[in-house]
Structures are given as structure tokens and as C-alpha cells.
């Protein structure tokens, strides 16, 4: 089973429409489903992202074949052009840098409001609490953070409209992608 956790319903609309998403209600979360996957929407930030993360891994059983997989937009330097999609293979959150299972080389900072201005190189507002979920379940041995750029520290240009389409412009190298991974 594939658990995809993302921040914003736009985020996940674009999973929903692909694969004719069922809603449902997981606790206070939304939920979107299907034989193949699961999708919850947790909200913005570090805590709802850890909340909804940590609601599926109580909710369900885990076995070695499952994915977790946090994906969302981020906001990224002018050396990544928009709509990129960037495998996560750090992070760090209040000063600590935290290795991934990935061999990617790129670092994401986890910020607790919005980056205006490019003091980094990749920022969202999630990936942290999903990573701390995660980590703190042994069970869970296959787990990725993928983000999709949406723009150059300028979050007032988002849209959900951009947001959908971003994401949904990437879903078939999220699948390529997460074929590779598979344990």
C-alpha cells in the first residue's frame, strides 16, 4: 500500500482526480482512497503533518511492501525552475541536519512559517513532522519525501490551481520514482 500524506487538498486533488479517489474521514483528517493507496491531507505545518502521519500509522497495519511517502510544494532558490521535481535526501529542522533513506544529495529545510526570502536553498512547512512520524515507527522501513517547486520565496503567487497542476504534472516521475524504491 502506498500512504501518501500532503499538506494541502490541492495537493491532493491531483492524486484524486489521476487515480478516481473515494473520500473518507480518517480522526479530523481528510482521507482519499483507493485498493492501491491512501491519502491524507494533514494540514499546514510540522504538528498536523506528525498528526496525520502518525494517524495512519495507528489506523493501519504496516507491512514490508508499504510506502510512505510525504510529497508537496516547496519554495526553492532560482537555481531549480519551477514545477522541478526534487527527491529529498536531508533535512533539516532547528539547526539539526537529519539523513534520509534517499541518495539524494539535496537538503530541504523545514520551517515553521512562510520563507520570503532565499536565507535557503529548499523550504517547506511539513516534512518534518512526517519525518518524525515516520522515523518513530520501526515498522515502517520504506518512506521518501518528494517536493515539487512552486515558487522562488514568493508564497503569495500560489494558487491552488498552480498547486494542483504542479502536482499532477509530476505524478508518472512520482510513480517512476517510487518503482526504484520499492524494498
Given at each position: 500500500?502506498?500512504?501518501?500524506?500532503?499538506?494541502?487538498?490541492?495537493?491532493?486533488?491531483?492524486?484524486?482526480?489521476?487515480?478516481?479517489?473515494?473520500k473518507?474521514?480518517?480522526?479530523?483528517?481528510?482521507?482519499?482512497?483507493?485498493?492501491?493507496?491512501?491519502?491524507?491531507?494533514?494540514?499546514?505545518?510540522?504538528?498536523?503533518?506528525?498528526?496525520?502521519?502518525?494517524?495512519?500509522?495507528?489506523?493501519?497495519?504496516?507491512?514490508?511492501?508499504?510506502?510512505y511517502?510525504?510529497?508537496?510544494?516547496?519554495?526553492?532558490?532560482?537555481?531549480?525552475?519551477?514545477?522541478?521535481?526534487?527527491?529529498?535526501?536531508?533535512?533539516?529542522?532547528?539547526?539539526?541536519?537529519?539523513?534520509?533513506?534517499?541518495?539524494?544529495?539535496?537538503?530541504?529545510?523545514?520551517?515553521d512559517?512562510?520563507?520570503?526570502?532565499?536565507?535557503?536553498?529548499?523550504?517547506?512547512?511539513?516534512?518534518?513532522?512526517?519525518?518524525?512520524?515516520?522515523?518513530?515507527?520501526?515498522a515502517?522501513?520504506?518512506?521518501?519525501?518528494?517536493?515539487?517547486?512552486?515558487?522562488?520565496?514568493?508564497p503569495?503567487?500560489?494558487?491552488?490551481?498552480?498547486?494542483k497542476?504542479?502536482?499532477?504534472?509530476?505524478?508518472?516521475?512520482?510513480?517512476?520514482?517510487?518503482?526504484?524504491?520499492?524494498?
Open positions: 500500500m502506498l500512504y501518501i500524506v500532503t499538506a494541502l487538498k490541492s495537493e491532493a486533488q491531483a492524486f484524486v482526480d489521476r487515480y478516481k479517489l473515494t473518507t474521514k480518517l480522526s479530523e483528517f481528510s482521507v482519499f482512497y483507493n485498493e492501491n493507496m491512501k491519502l491524507i491531507v494533514s494540514g499546514i505545518g510540522v504538528t498536523n503533518s506528525a498528526h496525520a502521519t502518525q494517524a495512519f500509522i495507528n489506523q493501519y497495519d504496516i507491512t514490508d511492501e508499504d510506502i511517502l510525504n510529497i508537496g510544494i516547496c519554495g526553492a532558490s532560482n537555481k531549480y525552475q519551477l514545477g522541478t521535481l526534487l527527491e529529498i535526501g536531508n533535512l533539516t529542522y532547528n539547526t539539526n541536519t537529519l539523513a534520509l533513506q534517499s541518495s539524494s544529495d539535496i537538503t530541504l529545510t523545514c520551517l512559517e512562510e520563507a520570503n526570502n532565499d536565507l535557503f536553498d529548499i523550504v517547506d512547512m511539513e516534512s518534518f513532522g512526517f519525518y518524525d512520524a515516520v522515523i518513530h515507527s520501526p515502517i522501513k520504506n518512506y521518501h519525501i518528494l517536493k515539487v517547486v512552486s515558487d522562488h520565496f514568493e503569495q503567487t500560489i494558487t491552488k490551481e498552480l498547486t497542476s504542479l502536482i499532477f504534472n509530476v505524478i508518472d516521475d512520482i510513480n517512476f520514482i517510487l518503482k526504484t524504491k520499492v524494498n
